[in-house]
């Protein structure tokens, strides 16, 4: 053997080992694939495709752009293959031979293609897979509940009852569908209006799947609903769930803004679908007929997920859509403390009470130029309520009586409009007075100073207090001194930084003004609240919640507290027991000044110069 042929044959023997490792990386990438789809073929239209068609339903409601309907699709499909193949491998499983050869003798295991432990294997690498995408895909939440339902399902066996087991698939579905709602990018409100009522039809129909499987079940010990309700009571209870639920969907989402052609072409195929499979139900009752009634029931199932693209289309044939308009962050009263007659509203027989508010800023966020919208009064209850006139109330507090109901406001009412994005007219800015200065203050009077204090960052959660300080230098005496607090609340101003410049924020009702007709109010200032006593040193130091004061802020906005400054309305010298029988005239509403004396009996003006100004930025809590 020459040197030359000696070399060419080493070269060969070593290039054998590389060869067979790419064959062997062929033929196992190959296997797998087989054996992925022998897994998966016979579920692929039940636990696969509502991944794609309720994901590309949350892209439509929120009008997605195409890249990023292409971008969630295919995080979608990635992400509903390993759940689906998870899920098919657990059932595999969990089946046991005996039971897959007398319900599924097609499946991998009974065809000794693979053993149980090595699908046990493959299911904890794909959940692990699964997980991990899931984190990353921000929908975690949802896979943790299904990996729940199935320790519930195949470890601790709440599946062999038959209720047990349509609970774990009526939570599997809701995980399945708010995750793809999710994907999809829109609301997770608008999203759970349309799960609940399916989880609904699917807990009450579910039994539909296992008619076909009833003779392993019986012999695995399994007790599914047909094994415990009975053969024909079972298809009774199924077909009934079938009607009414499908009844409560289509009047409550398909229905719910009108008849279109869409709606109502919709609405006749699946009432077609589901007469064929009560039919089939009730009329054809073999395993075999059992097994295509599982077939029609998993169509009719992906056509119900397909309603929600039927809402699209009502919109585009001029139909409407709820818009889900977040909650005021006002907390709920339970007591109101009675200091003016119009703290309470009176009613007669027959009377009404008319409010005009502008439309709040949380409101107007959804509204997109050329659209029309419908604003619908939804109904309410209150709570707080009495008998009488309010002014046998003044002083007191108002709770709620438990042995008498709530007031009920029905809803129903509507008002109909069209937004329109109009360029503003030109118009003068009404010029604000400027703050008061130390200059400003009257010789002879007490001096009196505010000072205000709060955070720098506030995050919507969680309550952040701002203060203020209204301290007493004393003045020509050092006599105490009771004056009405009224100008501190009144000139308190609250700004937001827009476009570069301060804007004054108004509350949130839009009436240029009130008309009032009742007498004025005579209150004592000692026992009113609107009335402080101070000693020189000392302070008075309320507190309030910045996001109840302020209205219409949203995360990354700079606001600003100050109080201009101004002329307190009443005051004089002494404290408690020389003013205990002192009695003033105010008007019947917190925003008037003292009507008698009109003049604070002749004393100087009280002038209380304007204070720091304090900012703190709205951020997003860590």
């Known amino acids: 053997m020459s040197l030359a042929t000696n070399h060419v044959n080493n070269h060969r023997i070593r290039s054998v080992p590389w060869n067979n490792v790419f064959y062997w990386l062929y033929a196992t990438i190959k296997r797998e694939i087989q054996l992925s789809y022998s897994f998966m073929e016979s579920n692929f239209d039940a636990a696969f495709v509502p991944f794609p068609i309720f994901t590309t339903a949350s892209l439509l409601y929120r009008r997605a752009t195409y890249e990023e309907a292409v971008s969630s699709l295919a995080n979608t499909l990635l992400y509903g293959f390993f759940f689906y ?106 999203g759970w209006r349309w799960v609940k009522l399916i989880i609904i039809w699917i807990f009450f129909t579910v039994p539909i799947q296992d008619f076909r499987d009833v003779p392993g079940d019986m012999a695995a010990g399994r007790r599914t609903t047909p094994i415990l309700l009975g053969d024909i009571p079972a298809r009774i209870y199924a077909s009934t769930g079938l009607i009414t639920t499908e009844y409560i969907l289509i009047t409550h989402r398909v229905f719910e803004f009108g008849y279109t052609l869409p709606t109502v072409l919709m609405t006749s195929l699946i009432s077609l679908l589901t007469l064929g499979l ?32 039927n809402r699209i289309l009502l919109w585009e044939c001029g139909g409407s859509r709820a818009l889900h308009v977040t909650d005021a962050t006002l907390d709920p009263l339970d007591m109101v403390h009675v200091e003016y007659p119009c703290d309470l509203q009176e009613l007669e ?77 030109a118009f003068i800015r009404r010029q604000s007075t400027p703050p008061l200065l130390l200059s400003d203050r009257v010789q002879g009077a007490p001096i009196l100073s505010v000072e205000l204090s709060g955070p720098k960052i506030i995050a919507p959660e969680g309550k952040h207090y701002a203060s203020l300080y209204v301290r007493y230098h004393g003045g020509p005496t050092d006599q105490p001194i009771i004056f009405r607090n009224h100008v501190i609340w009144e000139l308190l101003r609250s700004y937001r930084l827009e476009s570069g410049l301060w804007e004054l924020q108004e509350g949130p009702c839009g009436c240029s003004g009130l008309f009032l007709d009742d007498p004025n109010v005579t209150v004592n200032v000692v026992e009113d609240e609107g009335f402080i006593t101070l000693k020189p040193g000392e302070y008075w130091s309320p507190s309030w919640i910045i996001l109840e004061d302020i209205y219409g802020w949203e995360v990354g906005d700079i606001w600003r507290y100050r109080f201009k400054g101004g002329t307190v309305d009443w005051w004089d010298y002494g404290g408690v027991d020389e003013h205990a029988d002192t009695n003033v005239q105010i008007p019947p509403h917190p925003w008037g000044k003292v009507t008698d004396p009109a003049d604070n009996g002749g004393r100087p003006q009280l002038v209380i110069p304007a204070s720091n100004a304090i900012e703190f930025r709205i951020v997003e809590k860590e």
Not at 119 to 144: G, H, N
Not at 280 to 286: C, F
Not at 287 to 301: C, F, P, T
Not at 351 to 362: E, Q, V
Request: hydrophobic letters at 40%.
């Open 85 to 190: 193949y998870s899920t098919e491998l657990a059932n595999n499983a969990d089946g046991g031979i005996f039971e897959d050869e007398i319900n599924k003798p097609n499946r991998p295991i009974v065809q000794s293609q693979t053993t149980v432990a090595a699908a046990k294997l493959r299911f904890y690498i794909a959940s692990a897979t699964w997980l991990l995408l899931s984190y990353i895909l921000d929908v975690y939440i949802w896979s943790l509940l299904w990996i729940a339902v199935l320790v519930s399902h195949y470890l601790l066996r709440v599946s062999r009852i038959g209720p047990a087991k349509d609970l774990c698939i009526v939570l599997g579905v809701t995980s399945q569908l708010m995750a793809c709602w999710k994907l999809g990018g829109s609301d997770m409100y608008d």
């Open 278 to 309: 009560i039919y089939r139900l009730t009329r054809l009752r073999t395993i075999e007929h059992d097994r295509v009634s599982y077939r029609w029931y998993i169509a009719l199932y992906n056509l119900i997920l397909l309603t929600a693209f």
């Open 349 to 425: 027989p027959g009377g009404s009470i008319t409010y005009c508010h502008s439309l709040p800023r949380r409101y107007r966020e959804q509204l997109e130029p050329g659209e029309t919208y419908e604003l619908v009064w939804t109904g309410t209850k209150i709570p707080l309520w009495d008998w009488g006139v309010p002014s046998d109330y003044m002083g007191s507090r108002l709770t709620a009586n438990p042995t008498q109901s709530d007031l009920i406001i029905p809803g129903g009412p509507r008002v109909t409009f069209t937004y329109e994005q109009i360029e503003s007219p």
